[in-house]
């Protein structure tokens, strides 16, 4: 995953545009960066972020740099934002997004002529250095954006700095926002809307799918206009965005108090308290106890001082052992209670079955295990949400391969996404048997769908069913 921050101001745009791209902290682990332009042309710095959070990395740089435009990032892959200098000028670019069909652009653009790329560790090209490179094939800027937007398979949000302002687009689809604020002498560009309101930014516009923006210190102007078909990423306000978010006008923390609602809606078991995994799945179990009036609780807290997710381990096995260290029972509220557990899904199934094993080790009697969302049976192929390599790496996916020896077509996964279907009853199951929950209940995709008050239509569910 990841987030971008860009400010055009009037007066120096340093402190808004340090405090704007931490506020992106929760979106990514391993890398920062900040550039801005001003008298003395373009600065840039990157650093990266896997050991300590944004704030100290880039404290010198804060009190250093000065300039009118600025642009940046926290990265979950590579360093940007990038300096690129082209027949267009020389510009800083920043990306959100996944490209899936880079050997193929790549192949292009060295048949057109494109002489070499920089090589990341691991063989991988820069994701936003491709994308510059594609924006450089056309002859100006917003046809050369416009081309990069249509040519990604995936997808792909972005900032672009220049002497002229900042241009900003949403990826063709929409599938991650990007906003713009408002004060009296800037405007900023933004993934998550709450990281300017502390900054006094107000809300200005939510561009549409495949917008095209010009951005200057008085102005916001369209270059491209929005297409009309739109699938936002739901995930977003299941677990990835920050409490504080809104998303096409939908608040975060509201959508998982109405998601859990529905699944007390649905359910029949009458435990001694509900509980949620902090953090996402606190308000999903807030809703669900006010509407089933089982009284919340919170036995266990998340310990954050020093083990906060801006720098959490790339390595699976540590990001797991860190999440188990990061949870303080309390055991008083513990001890001799059944209880319902909100989290807001199951990925590999590891850290969740780590929870509840902690929880009967404390003392639980019944662990009912009630997760925020449906089984994930495919892997994200446009947000990088999940470090998985293949969807064998998905909880669901290996209990599937399992029932099935080994014989899965995409009829038969079609079956299990269905929680009406007999195969979809023994996956819950076996899930449950291989994870040791007293019970175990998936919140359904079209009750998750309508907590968004979106319509159905403009939302992606492609990691529940497959269906893009």
């Given at each position: 995953?990841?987030?971008?921050?860009?400010?055009a101001?009037?007066?120096?745009?340093v402190?808004?545009?340090?405090?704007?791209?931490?506020?992106?902290?929760?979106?990514?682990t391993?890398?920062?960066?900040?550039?801005v332009?001003?008298?003395k042309g373009?600065?840039?710095?990157?650093?990266?972020?896997?050991?300590?959070?944004?704030?100290?990395?880039?404290?010198?740089?804060?009190?250093e740099?000065?300039?009118?435009?600025?642009?940046?990032?926290i990265?979950?892959?590579?360093p940007?934002?990038?300096?690129?200098?082209s027949?267009?000028?020389t510009?800083a670019?920043?990306?959100?997004?996944?490209?899936?069909?880079?050997?193929?652009?790549?192949?292009?653009?060295?048949?057109?002529?494109?002489?070499?790329?920089?090589e990341?560790s691991?063989g991988?090209?820069?994701?936003?250095?491709?994308?510059?490179?594609?924006?450089?094939?056309?002859?100006?800027l917003?046809?050369?954006?416009?081309?990069?937007?249509?040519?990604?398979?995936?997808?792909?949000s972005?900032?672009?700095?220049?002497?002229?302002?900042?241009?900003a687009?949403?990826?063709?689809?929409?599938?991650?926002?990007?906003?713009?604020?408002?004060?009296?002498?800037?405007?900023?560009?933004?993934?998550?809307?709450?990281?300017?309101?502390?900054?006094?930014?107000s809300?200005?516009?939510?561009?549409?799918?495949?917008?095209?923006?010009?951005?200057?210190?008085?102005?916001?102007?369209?270059?491209?206009?929005?297409?009309?078909?739109?699938?936002?990423c739901?995930?977003?306000?299941?677990?990835?965005?920050?409490?504080?978010?809104s998303?096409?006008?939908?608040?975060v923390?509201?959508?998982?108090?109405?998601c859990g609602?529905?699944m007390a809606?649905?359910?029949?078991?009458?435990?001694?308290?509900?509980?949620?995994?902090?953090?996402?799945?606190?308000?999903?179990a807030?809703?669900?106890?006010?509407?089933?009036?089982?009284?919340?609780?919170?036995p266990?807290?998340?310990?954050?001082p020093?083990w906060?997710?801006?720098?959490?381990?790339?390595?699976?096995?540590?990001?797991?052992?860190?999440?188990?260290?990061k949870l303080?029972?309390?055991?008083?509220?513990?001890?001799?209670k059944?209880?319902?557990?909100?989290?807001?899904?199951i990925?590999?199934?590891?850290?969740?079955?780590e929870?509840?094993?902690?929880?009967y080790?404390?003392?639980?009697?019944?662990?009912?295990?009630?997760?925020?969302?449906?089984?994930?049976l495919?892997?994200?192929?446009?947000?990088?949400?999940?470090?998985s390599?293949?969807?064998?790496?998905?909880?669901?996916?290996r209990?599937?391969?399992k029932?099935?020896?080994?014989?899965?077509?995409e009829e038969?996964?079609?079956?299990?996404?269905?929680?009406?279907?007999?195969r979809?009853?023994?996956?819950v199951?076996?899930m449950?048997?291989?994870?040791?929950?007293?019970?175990?209940r998936?919140?359904?995709l079209?009750?998750?769908?309508?907590?968004t008050?979106?319509?159905?239509?403009?939302?992606?569910?492609?990691?529940?069913?497959?269906?893009?």
């Amino acid at each position: 995953m990841g987030g971008f921050f860009g400010i055009a101001s009037q007066q120096d745009c340093v402190f808004d545009l340090f405090f704007g791209i931490d506020y992106h902290s929760h979106l990514g682990t391993r890398r920062g960066g900040m550039a801005v332009f001003g008298e003395k042309g373009f600065n840039r710095a990157i650093h990266n972020i896997e050991n300590s959070p944004f704030r100290t990395k880039f404290d010198k740089d804060f009190s250093e740099m000065k300039g009118w435009f600025g642009v940046g990032c926290i990265s979950d892959y590579e360093p940007q934002p990038l300096m690129i200098r082209s027949h267009h000028g020389t510009y800083a670019i920043t990306t959100v997004g996944r490209i899936n069909n880079s050997d193929q652009l790549l192949q292009q653009l060295f048949d057109g002529g494109h002489s070499h790329f920089m090589e990341q560790s691991g063989g991988e090209i820069n994701a936003t250095e491709l994308v510059a490179a594609l924006i450089n094939q056309k002859e100006n800027l917003i046809e050369g954006i416009r081309y990069a937007l249509e040519s990604v398979d995936g997808s792909l949000s972005l900032i672009l700095m220049n002497q002229a302002g900042l241009y900003a687009a949403r990826d063709k689809y929409g599938r991650t926002p990007v906003v713009i604020g408002r004060k009296e002498d800037a405007f900023c560009i933004s993934f998550e809307n709450f990281a300017y309101h502390n900054l006094g930014y107000s809300d200005y516009k939510e561009l549409g799918p495949g917008e095209i923006v010009l951005v200057t210190d008085k102005d916001c102007v369209t270059l491209s206009e929005p297409g009309n078909e739109m699938k936002i990423c739901t995930f977003l306000w299941v677990y990835y965005g920050y409490p504080a978010s809104s998303y096409e006008g939908m608040n975060v923390e509201k959508m998982r108090y109405h998601c859990g609602r529905k699944m007390a809606m649905r359910d029949d078991v009458k435990p001694d308290i509900v509980a949620g995994v902090p953090d996402s799945g606190v308000p999903h179990a807030i809703g669900y106890a006010n509407e089933s009036g089982i009284p919340f609780s919170r036995p266990f807290i998340k310990y954050t001082p020093t083990w906060p997710r801006s720098f959490m381990p790339t390595i699976q096995s540590k990001r797991d052992l860190i999440a188990k260290m990061k949870l303080l029972a309390v055991k008083d509220l513990i001890q001799d209670k059944s209880m319902i557990m909100i989290d807001d899904s199951i990925v590999r199934g590891t850290q969740l079955r780590e929870t509840v094993e902690f929880l009967y080790q404390s003392g639980a009697t019944e662990v009912h295990v009630r997760p925020a969302c449906p089984p994930i049976l495919y892997g994200c192929k446009y947000l990088n949400f999940s470090r998985s390599t293949s969807d064998m790496d998905l909880f669901s996916r290996r209990v599937i391969d399992k029932l099935e020896h080994g014989k899965v077509t995409e009829e038969i996964l079609a079956e299990y996404a269905d929680p009406e279907s007999e195969r979809y009853e023994k996956m819950v199951e076996e899930m449950r048997k291989e994870q040791g929950f007293t019970s175990l209940r998936f919140n359904r995709l079209d009750d998750m769908l309508d907590a968004t008050g979106l319509e159905k239509c403009r939302l992606c569910t492609y990691c529940w069913n497959g269906k893009e």
